[in-house]
């Protein structure tokens, strides 16, 4: 994927994740019978987020990466 697509994606992805994080905020008002359904269910969209449509980019394109160099291998 070239890099102008790839950055544009990445900006959607972001701001997806912004509203899952909207959703998260008012499922933890939720009682707990029913908030921690909803939050293994938030869950696996942030897993299936990450691993199929954002980390694919990442590993072409380093530099988009959202956590920059916070979890990558100090050599």
Do not use: C
Request: proline content about 5%; overall charge negative.
């Amino acid at each position: 994927m070239d890099h102008e697509t790839a950055r544009e994606l990445m900006a959607v992805y972001e701001r997806l994740g912004g509203v899952i994080n909207e959703a998260d905020d008012i499922l933890r008002t939720l009682p707990e019978a029913e908030r921690s359904t909803h939050l293994h269910a938030l869950a696996v969209v942030i897993q299936h987020l990450w691993a199929n449509l954002q980390h694919p980019i990442v590993r072409e394109h380093p530099d988009l990466d959202p956590d920059g160099d916070l979890f990558q291998r100090k050599a």
